[in-house]
């Protein structure tokens, strides 16, 4: 039984968009900050006395579409391996209590790097970052700590993240504002898909990513934690627009998340420096330098609930835990 444990991340530059359904190939490059406080332990074995691909995640057996997108994920290994077998896998969810952040980049890059070595395989990170992209767009990204860059490339070679800064220690750090735990209703891979075919602003996205990839590469260079925070906060709701302007329009956020940025340009207009980000969930991400994070759980605290508040620091990239 190999055991691998995976970060989640949260995009400072988003991916929203696929080029190739199948492969996951996304339109644009992206760039994220690996999480330490949130991730995956996945386990998998392949074993001769199974007849069927067995999942379990936290405590409990998956069937049905979740299954499905891990047997997928086997057969690609199965076929990479030439492994015969079925495979035993079981997976733990390492988030606060129901925290809703039980991302798929964690899942899958974790599941990748367990299953990949239980086949046999011996994949170099590159390799493994482009196997975790055939589970989840932003598993590519959850291979490496720190700051780290998904390439889009233009087919299953040239599609892979690399690090930008692997030990990232000039203080930025993110709050997650747990704002909403249950299971989002348009799915990122709907959402995207309907935002590429309808949004009348998708053009528009392939020229805001181009730019921000290259300011928010200088800001990282230069540490300038306000710089990355404000192209962070202005990439997102640039995100949020394909949302709103698809046919038929949708939003991802909920009452609380407007009450959150709200409170986010509160505390800015106050002189605390903060940004916010958001994925394909009504939670709230917060950017700021550690040197503010009392100021700011205080004030958010105050507004949301402390017990609504998870700090986490930049975590690292993914690990075989066992022998
Ligand atoms: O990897 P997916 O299919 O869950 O898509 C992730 C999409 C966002 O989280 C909204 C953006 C990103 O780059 O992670």
Same mark, same amino acid.
């Given at each position: 039984?190999?055991?691998?444990?995976?970060?989640?991340?949260?995009?400072?530059?988003?991916?929203?968009?696929?080029?190739?359904?199948?492969?996951?190939? !996304?339109?644009?490059?992206?760039? =994220?900050?690996?999480?330490?406080?949130?991730?995956? %332990?996945?386990?998998? *074995?392949?074993? %001769?006395?199974?007849?069927?691909?067995?999942?379990?995640?936290?405590?409990?057996?998956?069937?049905?579409?979740?299954?499905?997108?891990?047997?997928?994920?086997?057969?690609?290994?199965?076929?990479?391996?030439?492994?015969?077998?079925?495979?035993?896998?079981?997976?733990?969810?390492?988030?606060?209590?129901?925290?809703?952040?039980?991302?798929?980049?964690?899942?899958?890059?974790?599941?990748?790097?367990?299953?990949?070595?239980?086949?046999?395989? %011996?994949?170099?990170?590159?390799?493994?970052?482009?196997?975790?992209?055939?589970?989840?767009?932003?598993?590519?990204?959850?291979?490496?700590?720190?700051?780290?860059?998904?390439?889009?490339?233009?087919?299953?070679?040239?599609?892979?993240?690399?690090?930008?800064?692997?030990?990232?220690?000039?203080?930025?750090?993110?709050? &997650?504002?747990?704002?909403?735990? =249950?299971?989002?209703?348009?799915?990122?891979?709907?959402?995207?898909?309907?935002?590429?075919?309808?949004?009348?602003?998708?053009?528009?996205?392939?020229?805001?990513?181009?730019?921000?990839?290259? &300011?928010?590469?200088? &800001?990282?260079?230069?540490? %300038?934690?306000?710089?990355?925070?404000?192209?962070? *906060?202005?990439?997102?709701?640039?995100?949020?627009?394909?949302?709103? =302007?698809?046919?038929?329009?949708?939003?991802?956020?909920?009452? *609380?998340?407007?009450?959150?940025?709200?409170?986010?340009?509160?505390?800015?207009?106050?002189?605390?420096?903060?940004?916010?980000?958001?994925?394909?969930? !009504?939670?709230?991400?917060?950017?700021?330098?550690?040197?503010?994070?009392?100021?700011?759980?205080?004030?958010?605290?105050?507004?949301?609930?402390?017990?609504?508040?998870?700090? =986490?620091?930049?975590? !690292?990239?993914?690990?075989?835990?066992?022998?």
């Amino acid at each position: 039984m190999i055991t691998a444990r995976a970060h989640t991340n949260i995009a400072l530059v988003k991916y929203w968009g696929k080029k190739d359904q199948n492969l996951i190939l !996304p339109q644009t490059d992206s760039l =994220s900050l690996t999480l330490n406080e949130f991730y995956a %332990d996945t386990s998998v *074995e392949f074993r %001769d006395d199974l007849a069927a691909d067995h999942i379990e995640i936290d405590d409990r057996v998956v069937t049905g579409h979740a299954a499905n997108k891990v047997i997928n994920f086997l057969n690609i290994i199965r076929k990479m391996s030439g492994e015969k077998r079925y495979a035993n896998v079981i997976s733990t969810n390492h988030v606060p209590v129901s925290a809703g952040l039980a991302s798929s980049a964690s899942a899958f890059a974790a599941l990748a790097t367990a299953a990949s070595k239980a086949a046999g395989l %011996d994949l170099n990170r590159r390799d493994l970052s482009r196997l975790a992209r055939q589970g989840s767009g932003s598993a590519t990204r959850s291979i490496y700590g720190g700051l780290v860059e998904w390439h889009r490339g233009t087919d299953d070679l040239t599609s892979f993240a690399e690090p930008i800064m692997e030990k990232v220690d000039f203080g930025i750090e993110m709050i &997650a504002l747990l704002l909403n735990t =249950s299971k989002k209703k348009v799915s990122s891979r709907q959402g995207m898909q309907s935002s590429v075919e309808t949004s009348p602003y998708y053009p528009a996205w392939h020229k805001v990513v181009a730019h921000d990839m290259l &300011a928010m590469k200088r &800001a990282i260079s230069n540490q %300038d934690i306000d710089q990355i925070g404000h192209i962070a *906060e202005e990439n997102a709701l640039r995100m949020h627009a394909l949302t709103l =302007s698809a046919d038929p329009g949708y939003t991802y956020f909920n009452g *609380e998340t407007i009450r959150a940025i709200q409170a986010i340009n509160d505390l800015r207009s106050q002189g605390i420096s903060c940004y916010y980000t958001m994925d394909a969930g !009504p939670n709230v991400k917060v950017i700021y330098n550690r040197k503010n994070r009392s100021k700011i759980i205080d004030y958010l605290g105050k507004l949301f609930g402390q017990e609504k508040l998870i700090v =986490s620091k930049p975590g !690292p990239g993914v690990k075989i835990i066992n022998k």
